[in-house]
């Protein structure tokens, strides 16, 4: 009977496997990017009952790319993370309302700086039950807003679990939605 013998090696730390695949620019990438943790980003979800009972949402565009997204932002310090998501509201859409404490979701998407590179960042999102909007705000003139049915909504974002939260969160009962 043959018995097999296996000797079993320590895996290279991060910083070796860095130092070996130096030669190699791909694998160099794509261990640097694995080091990489998401940003973490925060969100509201702006919607509004309409008479008829029906779910909208507002969509706003980025400054940078004109995309469709929500009002995002970074966490702030001093500001537990649904009130830094309500800020961000106010400041990209002039919106005040009640904001959930606790999120609906999350969704991940590449942020891109201005040096070009990309990393994920994670975002929490808050419904935002809208209930009224400022005729200034300071982001007025560097945005887009409308209000779109959650389906439609979906169908414009980008991000593909963005698309999963709006779709589901239009087939929430309202009570459910924060």
Known sequence: MHK????????PSPRSALKTASKRPNLKKLLRKAQVKPLKQV?????RVGSDGRIEVLLITSRDTGRWIIPKG??????????AAEREAFEEAGLEGQIAASPVGRYQYQKRFDHGRA?????????????AQHARW?????????WFPPEEAARLVHED???????????RPVDERG
């Open 74 to 83: 970074w966490p702030m310090t001093g500001r537990k993370a649904h009130q």
């Open 161 to 171: 679990e963005l698309q999963e939260l709006l779709a589901g969160f239009g087939a």
């Open 4 to 11: 097999h013998h296996q000797t079993s090696r320590p895996l």
């Open 138 to 146: 300071p982001e007025q003139d560097q945005r887009t807003l409308q």
């Open 43 to 47: 969100a509201a979800l702006p919607f």
């Open 119 to 131: 990393f994920p960042c994670m975002v929490r999102v808050y419904p935002l039950r809208v209930e």
